[in-house]
């Protein structure tokens, strides 16, 4: 019952983070940014004031899907951060041109989630499949069902490795925004709010992860 509880709090958790994600997006997205610069210019500007000159920015569909791609070298920005020119579109770009500069420096937590990245995905792709057969022959063949698990496990822990990453990314991305003039006094504390709106997402994300895995663990000890 316990395990439950913390399921059901993580869900209405994480439905909140999201709706105050959504709602602080909205709200700093009114407020322009003192230069007038864009998404897309923020993040220019960013990558060529830390020397990153073979990264490229481009423009895609969809609402806060804005990530930084390693393999394909871009800063992959939704519309409404590409052409925004106000504080919201500026730290979103921010943050992500802080995944390049992690990239960039060798970041060892981004090192490692990239190296992750691999196994993790094949893992999500059949860990539910894994895990149902081993619930249906437990009795029988219990490997099976700590084996899914096991796999399970590794995607949690790539949840927790991404937290470090993402709270860096967003420290980078705030100290450069105020060093280059790009927040103020008075717009600093937005960008923050709306970084630490995002990252709780994250965090949501791992605790949900974490209660799962427990939970498939209480079924399994309850089995054997």
């Not at 992690?102 to 990245?117: D, E, K």
């Not at 899914?148 to 980078?172: D, H, K």
Request: include cysteine; aromatic fraction near 10%; hydrophobic fraction near 50%.
């Amino acid at each position: 019952m316990n395990i439950w509880f913390i399921i059901i709090a993580v869900m209405v958790l994480s439905f909140l983070v999201q709706s105050m994600l959504t709602s602080r997006f909205k709200k700093y997205s009114e407020i322009p940014t003192s230069n007038g610069m864009s998404g897309a210019e923020v993040a220019a500007k960013m990558l060529r004031d830390n020397g990153i000159s073979d990264v490229q920015i481009v423009s895609i569909d969809g609402k806060l899907t804005d990530h930084y791609n390693p393999e394909t070298k871009t800063v992959n920005l939704s519309e409404a951060v590409y052409h925004g020119r106000n504080v919201a579109a500026a730290a979103v770009a921010a943050h992500e041109c802080g995944h390049v500069v992690q990239h960039a420096t060798g970041y060892a937590p981004l090192q490692l989630r990239s190296a992750l990245v691999p196994t993790v995905s094949f893992a999500s792709n059949i860990v539910q499949w894994v895990l149902l057969a081993g619930i249906v022959l437990i009795n029988a063949f219990p490997m099976i069902f700590w084996a899914g698990v096991g796999l399970f496990a590794l995607t949690t822990f790539f949840s927790f490795v991404t937290l470090p990453v993402e709270i860096n990314a967003s420290q980078r991305a705030v100290v450069w925004l105020e060093n280059a003039g790009i927040v103020t006094y008075e717009t600093r504390p937005m960008a923050i709010d709306a970084l630490k709106w995002a990252a709780y997402t994250y965090v949501i994300a791992a605790i949900g992860s974490l209660a799962t895995l427990l939970y498939y663990i209480s079924i399994g000890n309850r089995r054997s």
